[in-house]
């Protein structure tokens, strides 16, 4: 399990609740409406950092699948950025994976982000950010198996993101919506490095979703 500072902050709200408690059931003699007002606030703080640990567990969990799911490697994981590291992150980058620790790809928070709203969504209508979060987290898983000319990543990753959408549940028809929409209005406006002539002009470029299981 990944442990950050919301981690450990969850852990002392526990902590704390669990003691109110105590605290309650075997003071009689203590100010028993303090007791209770620090029990009310403890509960709500928890019920809120709680709630973002676990925002931020479950779509990091699904990032993994799917990064493991489109590399091939059981090892590989995806990293969701923290809160606290981006306010720090000053880079333009979306995405990125070390060439020495080659099993990790590191998503930026809003990619993430915008992954969860698409998760919960009914995957109709996505937003340009949660088209752009899935190609982001299948071009990561890319360089995770072990492509790492950008061009290239990016041709093969538009040819792995309606699959991966339908691996996440998305319909046949949205995850074909979803790669299209991809290869049309933002593959186009990406900086040369990422762009190769040889993929863009391939008309059999396949966009579909294979026949495969998806859970
Ligand atoms: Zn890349």
Redesign the pocket.
Known sequence: MDVGVLTVVVAALVALVLRRVVVLRRDWHTARGFATGMLVVCVALLVTAGGFELKHQWVQARATALVVHVSGSREAQADCQRFTPELVDLSVTSGFVFSDSQNVAHLRRTVCNDLYAWLLSSKRAPTDGQVRALHITV?EAM?VRGEFN?AR?ECFAMQQDADAARFLGASRTQATALAERYYRDVYPRMSAEYVSGDCAADRALDLTPGDGQFP
Do not use: D
Request: charged share 25%; aromatic share 0%.
């Open positions: 071009h360089h950008e990543a």
